[in-house]
């Protein structure tokens, strides 16, 4: 049986990511960004998990609009950083876990929960900024790394009902994998934000202040809010949020909010981050 040591809901703001990459964490504008984070950053320190699955949204990068996965599983044992227009990231490639990662998705799709098998697949900001904010600029990610996308860039995206009942099946599949790895959890995304048009910068602190206290006490109420809710509430970026609710429903139904920052601004959207513990 995985043991699931902690579930990390956090946005994956690209600006985030570039200023680990160009060591700005001192600058003015990112300093007290960084100074929330490094709890979270001494937290990972002390989780040390083998595993990261990390929920997130592909961007465009490893698919594109000829093919839009609901669900997309990485089984591969090497995930490269994408090349999202500027080169890849200076950022290691991950490690797989292509046994656990099979595991899972037979589990899964045995479930009933039909999601894609990518045997290749490189990650994009989703992924690797997460993976920066936790852990930093190490020469290799201390963690191996186990991709789950759903998407969330073009209509329909699936419920946050069907995210949280799928984060339920990810734990019956832990819970069924004969190893004993230790695995941290990740829903990427959000938190309220609108990249373009004419409420671009939208940034909804009360909407995201209750999307964060009812994921840790009340997640099946928060599965039932709607993408329309997300919408008007958050932003068109804001249904990202959905991917935080896989991490919730992975875990168990009381947890433990070990951790909570909010920071605006990061970019122009709100960045936020939340670490769990099962008690
Ligand atoms: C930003 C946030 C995102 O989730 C994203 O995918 C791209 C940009 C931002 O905050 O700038
Ligand atoms: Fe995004």
């Given at each position: 049986m995985a043991r699931v040591v902690g579930?990390?809901?956090?946005?994956?703001?690209?600006?985030?990511?570039?200023?680990?990459?160009?060591?700005?964490?001192t600058d003015p504008y990112w300093a007290p960004y960084f100074d929330k984070i490094g709890p979270a950053r001494d937290w990972m320190a002390d989780a040390d998990p083998d595993v990261c699955i990390v929920v997130y949204n592909d961007h465009a990068s490893a698919f594109s609009l000829q093919l839009i996965p609901t669900f997309a599983l990485g089984v591969a044992a090497e995930l490269p950083p994408a090349d999202e227009g500027y080169g890849p990231?200076?950022?290691?490639?991950?490690?797989?876990?292509?046994?656990?990662?099979?595991?899972?998705?037979?589990s899964l799709i045995l479930d009933e929960f039909d999601l894609t098998i990518v045997n290749e697949m490189p990650i994009d900001h989703g992924c690797t900024v997460p993976l920066s904010v936790m852990y930093g600029r190490p020469e290799a990610w201390p963690c191996r790394v186990i991709p789950l996308c759903v998407n969330v860039i073009q209509y329909p995206a699936p419920t946050g009902h069907r995210c949280h009942q799928l984060g339920k099946a990810l734990r019956r599949a832990l819970d069924a994998w004969p190893g004993d790895e230790r695995v941290v959890v990740f829903g990427t995304g959000g938190m309220s934000h609108q990249l373009q048009g004419e409420r671009a910068g939208l940034v909804n602190l009360a909407f995201d202040t209750a999307f964060m206290d009812r994921l840790v006490t009340d997640p099946e109420s928060q599965a039932a809010?709607?993408?329309?809710?997300?919408?008007?509430?958050?932003?068109?970026?804001?249904?990202?949020?959905?991917?935080?609710?896989v991490m919730r429903g992975a875990m168990a139904p009381e947890v433990h909010e070990v951790y909570r920052m909010n920071h605006v601004p990061t970019s122009n959207t709100s960045n936020g981050l939340i670490i769990l513990e099962e008690r």
């Amino acid at each position: 049986m995985a043991r699931v040591v902690g579930g990390v809901g956090t946005s994956h703001v690209p600006a985030v990511g570039a200023a680990i990459d160009h060591d700005e964490a001192t600058d003015p504008y990112w300093a007290p960004y960084f100074d929330k984070i490094g709890p979270a950053r001494d937290w990972m320190a002390d989780a040390d998990p083998d595993v990261c699955i990390v929920v997130y949204n592909d961007h465009a990068s490893a698919f594109s609009l000829q093919l839009i996965p609901t669900f997309a599983l990485g089984v591969a044992a090497e995930l490269p950083p994408a090349d999202e227009g500027y080169g890849p990231r200076g950022v290691p490639a991950a490690d797989g876990h292509p046994e656990l990662a099979w595991h899972l998705a037979e589990s899964l799709i045995l479930d009933e929960f039909d999601l894609t098998i990518v045997n290749e697949m490189p990650i994009d900001h989703g992924c690797t900024v997460p993976l920066s904010v936790m852990y930093g600029r190490p020469e290799a990610w201390p963690c191996r790394v186990i991709p789950l996308c759903v998407n969330v860039i073009q209509y329909p995206a699936p419920t946050g009902h069907r995210c949280h009942q799928l984060g339920k099946a990810l734990r019956r599949a832990l819970d069924a994998w004969p190893g004993d790895e230790r695995v941290v959890v990740f829903g990427t995304g959000g938190m309220s934000h609108q990249l373009q048009g004419e409420r671009a910068g939208l940034v909804n602190l009360a909407f995201d202040t209750a999307f964060m206290d009812r994921l840790v006490t009340d997640p099946e109420s928060q599965a039932a809010v709607r993408h329309t809710e997300y919408i008007r509430e958050a932003g068109s970026e804001g249904i990202e949020l959905v991917m935080w609710l896989v991490m919730r429903g992975a875990m168990a139904p009381e947890v433990h909010e070990v951790y909570r920052m909010n920071h605006v601004p990061t970019s122009n959207t709100s960045n936020g981050l939340i670490i769990l513990e099962e008690r």
